[in-house]
């Protein structure tokens, strides 16, 4: 049994009908599902808020893994998390103080994700490590699916070694351009959550269990 998570990234759904969606990649043997938030600011693209998070909640019980590209980023976390958002996982360059935003996650009982910009060094992890559960590695400029992958594998391979220091139980997630192919590469790098919007919604509801499976190398 693979112990690579999938996390389809709803952003390539039919947004007209989200709900049906998330059941379907729940069935389909999604283990997160994976909720781009986008703001028009931090990055140039407006998608969804905690009230279509809300709305989503009764349509599965699978981890809602809250992805947030948002700045300012810690007026929102109170309402992402009770929401229903599992996993709440924001950017150091969101606000002035990402150590205290972690810190806010925790307190409202959440887990807490940090998410590296591919121009942003893992350094920036440096002080944090006991406060994550979850670094997500980008393998592509945040703000649009279907992006072609920056193959940073040896970055993902020193947070791979950071986490592996650490002695904590960390995610290692990979978001961006992860397909078949590159899937293999980013495993082998060391990630454990893939993220993954084009390649698992391609082709339509009745290939999504089989573009899942296909993922999980
Ligand atoms: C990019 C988002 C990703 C993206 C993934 O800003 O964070 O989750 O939608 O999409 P694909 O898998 O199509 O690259
Ligand atoms: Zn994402």
Redo the contacts with the bound molecule.
């Keep these: 049994m693979s112990d690579i998570k999938i996390a389809p ?1 709803i ?2 759904a039919d947004f007209a009908n989200l709900g049906e969606e998330v059941r379907r990649i729940d069935e389909a043997g999604a283990d997160y599902i ?1 909720v ?1 938030v ?1 703001d028009g600011h931090f ?1 140039p693209n407006i998608t969804i808020g905690p009230d279509v998070v809300k709305a989503l909640r009764p349509h599965t019980k699978k981890t809602f893994d809250v ?1 947030l ?1 948002i700045s300012p980023v810690d007026p929102y976390i109170e309402s992402f998390a009770e929401a229903g958002a599992d996993i709440i996982t924001i950017h150091p360059e969101a606000g002035a103080h990402y150590h205290r935003t972690l810190q806010a996650i925790k307190a409202m009982g959440k887990k807490a994700g940090i998410s590296l910009n591919p121009g942003t060094p893992t350094s920036v992890l440096d002080h944090v490590m006991d406060l994550v559960d979850l670094v997500l590695v ?1 393998t ?1 400029n ?6 072609k992958f920056i193959p940073l594998l040896d970055k993902i391979k020193d947070v791979h070694a950071r986490i592996q220091a650490s002695g904590r139980d960390i995610d290692l997630e990979v ?4 397909n078949e192919d590159t899937a293999k590469q980013v495993i082998a790098a060391g990630a454990n959550v893939l ?5 698992t919604f391609k082709g339509g509801p009745e290939h999504y269990a089989e573009n899942i499976k296909k993922l999980r190398g």
Excluded: I, R
């Design positions: 990234s952003l390539s994976h781009d986008m990055v992805h590209m980008m592509v945040p703000g649009f699916g279907g992006q978001d961006g351009g992860v993220v993954a919007g084009t390649a």
